[in-house]
């Protein structure tokens, strides 16, 4: 009879190649993330993906489908997230709503001070706008050092609450073209976490 903890190592030995392949980081060009919907509501599925741009951050490409010919491409937004080298540093795509879907970004792997936004896109008025923004921290040995900002760009209210204090409103920034989004926008509003 073999041992339980030979079989175990045996098992492991095998693992370890595909172990370690699942936690590579995106090479350039690469697709890593992908999302379908119908956002337009025209009765065909439309793609966006998230392709990896140099070794710090990611391209967004939105295809929107065509009955006839299949997936059309839209538009691409380069280097619009950051996408880093180690786990707790990959985007993502997330659905919202039948017109709406979420790219998130994080950088929650190292340092003293996590982070993760999300920009909210949804169509609207026939094209793509970024209609929602949020941010949130914390300090890993500050407890009581933590934030968070979301801005709906719809309607311009946000809620903001630093070091357990919140306050709400209405600020001014309202929903814009996706294909302007750069790398690290965030509306004015929030830009008061770190005062």
């Known amino acids: 009879m073999i041992p339980r903890l030979a079989i175990r190592g045996a098992l492991l030995?095998?693992?370890?190649?595909?172990?370690?392949?699942?936690?590579?980081?995106?090479?350039?060009?690469?697709?890593?993330?992908?999302?379908?919907?119908?956002?337009?509501?025209?009765?065909?599925?439309?793609?966006?993906?998230?392709?990896?741009?140099?070794?710090?951050?990611?391209?967004?490409v939105i295809y929107l489908g065509d009955p006839t010919f299949g997936l059309k491409r839209e538009m691409a937004v380069e280097r619009v997230v950051f996408s880093g080298q180690m786990g707790g540093q990959t985007p993502a795509l997330e659905s919202l709503s039948d017109s709406a879907f979420k790219l998130h970004s994080e950088q929650i792997g190292i340092g003293r001070t996590p982070w993760e936004s999300a920009y909210s896109i949804a169509w609207r008025n026939g094209g793509f706008v970024v209609s929602g923004y949020s941010y949130r921290y914390y300090d890993r040995i500050d407890p009581e050092d933590t934030g968070t900002c979301d801005v709906n760009l719809l309607n311009g209210d946000y809620v903001m609450t630093r070091r357990g204090q919140t306050a709400k409103g209405s600020q001014d920034r309202r929903a814009f073209p996706l294909s302007t989004l750069h790398a690290d926008w965030m509306p004015m509003i929030c830009t008061g976490l770190f005062q």
């Open 13 to 60: 030995a095998a693992l370890l190649p595909f172990a370690a392949a699942a936690q590579e980081a995106p090479k350039d060009g690469e697709i890593f993330a992908a999302l379908t919907g119908d956002w337009n509501g025209d009765g065909t599925q439309d793609a966006a993906m998230l392709v990896q741009n140099g070794a710090d951050a990611a391209d967004l």
